[in-house]
């Protein structure tokens, strides 16, 4: 499934937030180029993950941040209505995992939250993120810090826990409106990548395990 057509599926839908753009002729904003003419070309997502030749590590991860943001933000938009205090009053996957916040400012603590609340304090953490020149700077004569693929792996972990809430709370709702190949592909696309450069830990990963040896398969999609 093209990217494309994910895209499309959603865009009449909400976004949780607004989404975020790369500056045109910037060398993330290329690679991105690069990234959706991969996707949209039906090549095996495993593939198209793969690091392009010549180009810096730092940059791909740094897109696909961006990238999975905005799409993970679509996808918990179409459910958000049903994501309530009453329909969800903790962050969770089942009964084995309750996700608490923390972000070393408001909630210096680990917190539990609505699941709702939560994301909504994600989202608004990683686009402070996002919007840091001196975590993602937006130009090459900028460098990235030297912790950059670290930090981006906390990210990453978090919107997995987004997936994770979606799958297990969530996945009729995402049955009703048609949508759960265009959430599988993301998925896979998500998993592919995270797992190609060891950026999200097994133990994060494990809530959603037996779903994807199931679907992340070699292969095309």
């Not at 180009?55 to 740094?62: G, M, V």
């Not at 975590?135 to 978090?158: E, G, M, Y």
Request: charged fraction near 20%; charge should be positive.
């Amino acid at each position: 499934m093209a990217l494309n057509s994910f895209l499309d599926f959603f865009q009449k839908g909400k976004t949780f937030r607004p989404k975020k753009k790369f500056a045109h002729g910037t060398i993330r904003y290329s690679l991105h180029k690069q990234a959706c003419a991969s996707l949209n070309s039906g090549i095996n997502l495993r593939v198209a993950v793969r690091l392009p030749p010549g180009e810096d590590l730092n940059d791909w991860i740094a897109v696909h941040v961006v990238d999975f943001f905005n799409r993970i933000n679509l996808i918990y938009g179409t459910i958000s209505d049903y994501c309530t205090e009453q329909t969800c009053p903790t962050m969770s996957g089942g009964p084995r995992f309750e996700y608490l916040w923390a972000d070393g400012e408001k909630y210096k603590k680990p917190t539990p939250l609505p699941a709702r609340e939560y994301v909504s304090n994600l989202m608004d953490w990683i686009e402070a993120q996002i919007n840091n020149q001196a975590l993602f700077p937006c130009t090459s004569d900028l460098p990235f810090p030297k912790n950059f693929p670290n930090h981006c792996s906390k990210i990453l972990a978090r919107l997995h826990r987004v997936f994770v809430h979606v799958y297990i709370h969530h996945f009729q709702n995402i049955v009703t409106i048609a949508a759960e190949a265009h959430v599988n592909t993301c998925y896979k696309h998500f998993y592919y990548f995270v797992t190609e450069f060891d950026l999200v830990s097994q133990k994060e990963l494990e809530p959603l395990a037996e779903m994807a040896s199931k679907i992340c398969k070699d292969g095309p999609i």
